[in-house]
């Protein structure tokens, strides 16, 4: 029964990973940049005057979907889409056309 259970969670990542990577570079870019303001809102919400476990259940909350977007947008770009973001960011911007 346990092993069955593991083999169905695997199949069932495989193919939302098969899934994702399917999705444009313009997408994965989308996804990657959505996890900034949910990293910027899982720390602002410390300044609220809330309570302390809502400011815990809110950071889980939010830092959750920080690195599922995070994560989820990598996936999308795959490793020749990083490359060619990290090709973008290492270009040489001195240079105004």
């Known amino acids: 029964m346990h092993s069955l259970v593991i083999t169905f ?6 193919k ?3 899934w994702l990577s399917r999705l444009s570079f313009r997408t994965g870019v989308i996804v990657l940049l959505t996890c900034v303001p949910f ?3 899982s720390f602002a919400q410390m300044a609220l005057p809330i309570s302390a476990e ?3 259940i809110l950071w889980v909350i939010l830092f959750g979907l920080a690195k599922t ?3 989820g947008g990598l996936t999308i770009l795959g490793v020749e ?3 060619r973001l990290k090709a973008y960011f290492k ?3 001195t240079t105004i056309e």
Not at 9 to 14: L, Q, S
Request: aromatic letters at 16%; glycine letters at 8%; charged letters at 30%.
């Open 9 to 14: 969670v695997k199949t069932v990542f495989i």
């Open 16 to 18: 939302i990973k098969n």
């Open 39 to 41: 990293y910027i809102l």
């Open 54 to 56: 809502a400011k815990g």
């Open 69 to 71: 977007f995070q994560y």
């Open 81 to 83: 889409g990083v490359k």
């Open 91 to 93: 270009k040489d911007k």
